[in-house]
């Protein structure tokens, strides 16, 4: 419900937000739904009734995964989903973000969980436009649509952007030319709205561009020169 203090107060972050739309910028929130810390308080008070006893996949655990089937025989609540419905009215209600980017949707294999993440997310923001996007890979149009289309989420993160453009086409220079066409116009591909995918050829799962590169020896201007091509073809791709 806050950030993390070494980086500064909830005053600053919210001070961050609103001087970003004072200069007409969207703020996207990260947010770690399907996984805590092993520190995590509920953890620590009381493991089962939060999170599932064991990961559903141990070669994809990155710590306490909540458990959002499990209901309170005694409340019938569902504590999980009770917690981060909160937690999202809270970044959106008290922080102004404009959307939330679901880590590790996939692993959270629930899409009810999520369709309640998204409406919360939408219903808290009212008439401010809010994006809902799932780093659900790989991506699938079967994810994402409007409100009101039933779809959990509003937009995905395209996986694919990266692995066909950033990966083959730019760091190995192995371009295959209808991927390549299919995730610049990713109505190719069954989505039906241009803000339905997030491109990316880097991020914090991958190597940089730049020593991508440099593993298959590719250096200095030449690389400048494809960094270049990479970033062109990210403005430029149909989504955001």
């Avoid at 600053?12 to 399907?34: F, P, S, T």
Wanted: glycine residues 6%; aromatic residues 10%.
């Amino acid at each position: 419900f806050a950030p993390e203090s070494a980086y500064g107060k909830p005053e600053d972050l919210k001070q961050l937000v609103d001087e970003a739309h004072a200069r007409g910028m969207r703020v996207i929130l990260d947010g770690v739904y399907n996984h805590a810390h092993t520190d995590n308080p509920l953890a620590q008070i009381d493991h089962d009734y939060w999170f599932h006893h064991d990961p559903k996949d141990k070669n994809m655990s990155w710590g306490p995964q909540f458990n959002y089937e499990h209901t309170d025989p005694n409340t019938g609540i569902m504590p999980a989903r009770k917690f981060i419905s909160e937690n999202i009215e809270f970044w959106v209600g008290q922080y102004h973000v404009d959307g939330i980017r679901f880590d590790a949707a996939k692993q959270i294999e629930n899409f009810d969980a999520l369709r309640m993440m998204k409406e919360t997310g939408h219903r808290v923001a009212g008439v401010k436009p809010f994006m809902a996007i799932a780093e659900y890979l790989p991506e699938s149009p079967d994810l994402a649509g409007p409100p009101g289309s039933g779809k959990p989420m509003d937009a995905v993160w395209q996986d694919s952007f990266f692995w066909t453009v950033g990966d083959q086409a730019i760091a190995h220079g192995k371009p295959d030319i209808e991927r390549i066409k299919d995730v610049l116009h990713p109505m190719r591909r069954g989505f039906t709205d241009c803000t339905q995918v997030v491109n990316y050829c880097s991020n914090h799962d991958h190597l940089r561009l730049m020593p991508h590169m440099a593993k298959s020896l590719v250096f200095d201007e030449p690389a400048f020169a494809r960094a270049k091509l990479a970033a062109t073809l990210v403005f430029t791709a149909v989504g955001i």
